[in-house]
């Protein structure tokens, strides 16, 4: 005769069995469903004619709001993506959005792309179980802005300048944002600080970007002229066949117009200038600025940068080049 233990085990054990089916099966259907999205995506890259050499699978995964659109360096990758999308992010609010992503050979960007000869990186995003877009990015450890899923500059897509765009982007997207403008009217404010200091200066363009990482946005300006104390090191380059090109920095604190302001000069080639209105070039790294580039130009079309880049030490002061 068996021990009651025994018997009391086996209805136990059947059950036991039956909980281990279920969670299987439940298990299986949520995987289905992932990879369903996936299976979405990839069939997508592969209908455009690339080449898929490795899968990231899902590398993002939010519920889009116009808070993250603008306000803070936070903002910055999903101001690039959105910026060169072909639908406009208000459709998509209050939507999850999938990400998935994949490395790619045949891809446009690699024509026009040095960085991208070891591939491209494709994100292709899904909403509802639909694509919706995407975005691309060379194979490769280097900072600058997502080219669109055909490798397209968001000039390109858009047909605004930079500039043009960016103050688009703002008044569409900016208004509900706790960080923006500390106090109104924060460009006027800091331009006229600039212009009380430096009266006789030629601004060419100027940019609100927050350039230090620490939640502000400060206005940086490009100078054609400059009437501040190195007028002498402005002869002096002159003298020896060179240049200087000057970027101001107007740092905000609180309600105060400035904190500091400060004026970076380079001696560059002769003949290079800043002219245009799409001077700056805000390139970032792990979701913060990293520099800022100001683009200068000759008249026979030769291209040069002005780099900024401001890092803070634990003291609070800056480093600044």
């Not at 691309?136 to 900072?143: F, G, L």
């Amino acid at each position: 005769m068996k021990a009651s233990w025994q018997r009391g085990w086996r209805p136990m054990k059947r059950l036991l069995y039956i909980i281990i089916g279920l969670v299987f099966l439940i298990s299986v259907g949520c995987n289905k469903s992932i990879s369903d999205d996936e299976k979405t995506a990839e069939n997508y890259v592969k209908s455009q004619g690339y080449e898929i050499t490795s899968r990231f699978g899902e590398v993002d995964k939010y519920t889009l709001e116009k808070s993250k659109l603008y306000g803070g360096t936070a903002s910055i990758p999903y101001q690039q993506v959105w910026g060169v999308q072909e639908i406009k992010p208000d459709e998509y609010f209050g939507k999850e959005i999938v990400v998935y992503g994949f490395t790619v050979q045949n891809h446009p960007l690699q024509k026009r792309d040095k960085n991208a000869k070891n591939g491209v990186n494709l994100y292709v995003m899904l909403s509802d179980g639909e694509v919706i877009g995407g975005y691309s990015y060379p194979n490769a450890d280097v900072v600058g802005a997502y080219s669109s899923i055909d490798g397209r500059t968001l000039e390109e897509v858009t047909g605004l300048s930079f500039q043009q765009w960016q103050e688009n982007w703002k008044k569409k997207y900016g208004q509900d944002s706790v960080t923006q403008n500390v106090y109104t009217g924060q460009e006027k404010i800091l331009l006229d600080y600039f212009n009380s200091k430096y009266p006789n200066s030629v601004v060419t363009d100027k940019c609100l970007v927050d350039v230090d990482n620490d939640g502000l946005e400060e206005l940086l300006v490009a100078l054609n002229t400059y009437s501040g104390i190195n007028k002498t090191q402005e002869e002096e380059a002159r003298k020896n066949g060179f240049d200087m090109r000057y970027v101001g920095i107007i740092f905000p604190k609180g309600e105060n117009p400035t904190e500091s302001l400060i004026v970076l000069g380079k001696i560059v080639e002769k003949g290079m200038r800043f002219e245009g209105s799409d001077l700056f070039v805000v390139e970032t790294k792990e979701n913060k600025t990293d520099q800022v580039k100001v683009k200068m130009n000759n008249q026979n079309g030769k291209e040069d940068y002005f780099t900024v880049k401001v890092s803070l030490n634990k003291d609070g002061t800056k480093n600044i080049q």
